[in-house]
Structures are given as structure tokens and as C-alpha cells.
């Protein structure tokens, strides 16, 4: 094992510390609409699941990793596709296995950052998609019903783009510095934090 694997996987052990302490209280934080009524509600909850907050930086380091044309597309086709399931949701359109998909989107984007797979972009665009429906729909779920709706939906999809922005920046210094294996270790990670939501 080499010296710089042994110092990568130092530099995760915190993080992976966090991860376990938040499995718990944290999972799939999904409190109820009476929780979500305004615009600072809908900033703050892609931050209190772990299951979105790592689906959404791992959608951002793994675009980095595809190229200067997925940085955007990528990161565009997620909140976008966001809405969409936000929309079916407030609609009470039914879709099956939210939360399990939730949690495949995890370790399917995990996967996607450890193993480094490079699809097309627009293959790449429409798996993302295709996972932000459910997330979209989760927050849907919660959405208020009044006339603060739409600042709600502005603040989840505000924080999302942030994330994004922040798992972008990740993936840039991943290949700039040539950080191979803590781009493997944090996907590794993701995609097993994934699979704990998905049995625990």
C-alpha cells in the first residue's frame, strides 16, 4: 500500500466519522411538509439528508471528471429534472420506491466518481436526470401549499446548484492535482454510505 493511499485514507477517516454519527438521526431526512414554509426551508434541506447532499457533490466531482461540457449539463439536468419530480409530487402523480431509488441514485453515482466510467454527456445527463426525479419528488413531498411554495422550490433548487458548484470544484482539483485515489476513496465512500441507507 502506498504512502499516499495510507494519507488519503487518513484525510477521509473524519469525514467518514461524520457519516456514520449522521446514518442514524439523518438518513433520509424527510420531516413533512409542516417543516417546509419558506425559502430558508427549502436552502436548508438538501443539507439535512445525507442522501442528497452526497447524490448532489457526486453529481458535480463526477461531471468534473467527464469533461468542460458536462460541468454544465450535468449540474443543469439535475435541478431541472428536480422540478420535474417536485411537480409530479404536488400533483399526487404516484411514483414507486422514493426513498429506495434515492439511495441507488447514492450508490449509483459513487460508483460513477470511484471508478472514474466515462459515458456520453447526454447518457451521462439522463441517468442524472432520471435519479433528480426522485430526489425532486422527495421535496415535493414536503412542499408547503400556500403561496410559499414557490420560495421553497427556489431554496431547494438554489442549495442543489451550490452543491453542485461544490462537488464541480472537488472533481476540478481531483484532476488538476491528480488525486486519483482520493477521487476513488470519496466515491467508495459515497457509494457505501449509499448502500447504508439502502439496508439500515
Known amino acids: 500500500m502506498s504512502n499516499s493511499f495510507r494519507v488519503s485514507c487518513r484525510a477521509l477517516l473524519p469525514p467518514v466519522l461524520l457519516c456514520l454519527l449522521m446514518l442514524p438521526g439523518a438518513a433520509f431526512a424527510h420531516p413533512g411538509p409542516h417543516h417546509a414554509t419558506d425559502l430558508a426551508a427549502g436552502f436548508l434541506h438538501p443539507f439535512t439528508g445525507i442522501d442528497h447532499l452526497l447524490a448532489m457533490l457526486a453529481v458535480g466531482i463526477w461531471a468534473a471528471r467527464l469533461g468542460r461540457k458536462a460541468m454544465w449539463m450535468l449540474p443543469a439536468a439535475f435541478p431541472a429534472a428536480m ?12 411514483l414507486p420506491m422514493i426513498e429506495p431509488m434515492i439511495g441507488i441514485s447514492v450508490v449509483a453515482l459513487g460508483v460513477a466518481v470511484a471508478s472514474g466510467v466515462t459515458l456520453p454527456v447526454a447518457a451521462s445527463a439522463t441517468l442524472v436526470a432520471l435519479f433528480a426525479v426522485f430526489h425532486g419528488y422527495a ?45 476513488q476513496a470519496s466515491g467508495s465512500l459515497i457509494a457505501l454510505t449509499g448502500a447504508a441507507l439502502l439496508f439500515f
Open 139 to 183: 421535496h415535493g413531498l414536503e412542499a408547503p401549499v400556500d403561496s410559499s411554495m414557490l420560495g421553497y422550490t427556489a431554496g431547494f433548487i438554489g442549495a442543489t446548484v451550490l452543491l453542485h458548484v461544490l462537488g464541480v470544484g472537488i472533481g476540478t482539483w481531483f484532476v488538476r492535482a491528480n488525486r486519483t485515489r482520493l477521487r
Open 83 to 94: 422540478i420535474v419530480g417536485a411537480v409530479l409530487s404536488i400533483a399526487n402523480v404516484q
